[in-house]
């Protein structure tokens, strides 16, 4: 009989993550402590906001001017204009609007809520909670791949970088794990050609595994309080490779629902 298993592991007590904080050395030291070794074919996931409050991507809304374009959405959205402004900022379209809500087309390229400006579990300078915001990384496949190779030079293992944030889906309720960012991941699975159980070639399967391990590990690290946001998986059941999470963006022309 043979098993096929893919396990993952919160790293536990992770600090409250601060501007400057080096990631890598914090998941080093996590699996120290779990007396875990880093193996070649090891997945990290982590939760976006570590990562932007890392960067240092907080902004602090009572310095932001906002733009007559800003003003005019916010009126349209009830949505406060200084953070309209900032979702401007980040995003490069708007693609729909309603109470409350501003569906964009990211920077990176991706459709998500708000360019993923959030407000939650986020506190700045002086703990004056609620003035600040809290945006996506600059450059979360750039990111990705800095901490694989902080972790190559410290262990010689092979990993591979997921970082993640929870977005909606179009008709379907709830949010879930999606990725942002990788590394040395097959962010997406082109299996076309390959053989079904009945040997016929496949003809448009394409998975979006970085998406689905994403998920996967959302679903441990929580939305809330539960401070899990560093997960170790082992296990993928398919080699890694170089990869970034651009791989999932689909191309405007194959795009239907624009």
């Known amino acids: 009989m043979t098993l096929f298993q893919m396990t993952y592991t919160a790293i536990p007590d992770i600090p409250l993550i601060e501007q400057g904080a080096d990631l890598a050395d914090i998941i080093l030291h996590g699996m120290h402590d779990l007396k875990q070794e880093i193996r070649s074919g090891d997945v990290f996931i982590l939760a976006q906001k570590i990562v932007s409050k890392a960067e240092g991507r907080m902004v602090d809304l009572q310095t932001v001017q906002p733009s007559a374009r800003a003003r005019e959405l916010a009126a349209a959205t009830g949505k406060d ?125 394409q998975v979006g595994l970085a998406d689905e391990i994403a998920a996967g590990a959302s679903a441990l690290m929580g939305q809330a309080a539960e401070s899990r946001p560093i997960i170790h998986m082992h296990g993928l059941p398919y080699a890694l490779r170089a990869g970034h999470a651009a791989e999932l963006i689909r191309p405007h022309e194959d795009d239907l629902f624009r």
């Open 81 to 205: 204009p200084e953070l309209v402004e900032v979702i401007l900022r980040e995003s490069r379209s708007i693609l729909r609007q309603r109470d409350a809500l501003v569906i964009v087309e990211h920077r990176l390229g991706f459709v998500c809520a708000n360019a993923g400006v959030d407000r939650s579990n986020v506190q700045g300078e002086r703990d004056e909670y609620g003035r600040w915001v809290l945006m996506l990384p600059e450059d979360p496949d750039g990111t990705a791949e800095r901490l694989r190779l902080q972790i190559f030079h410290a262990t010689g293992a092979e990993v591979g970088i997921l970082i993640i944030d929870s977005h909606g889906r179009a008709w379907r309720m709830g949010t879930v794990g999606v990725c942002i960012g990788a590394a040395g991941f097959p962010a997406l699975l082109d299996l076309r050609g390959k053989p079904d159980l009945f040997g016929e070639p496949l003809k448009i399967t």
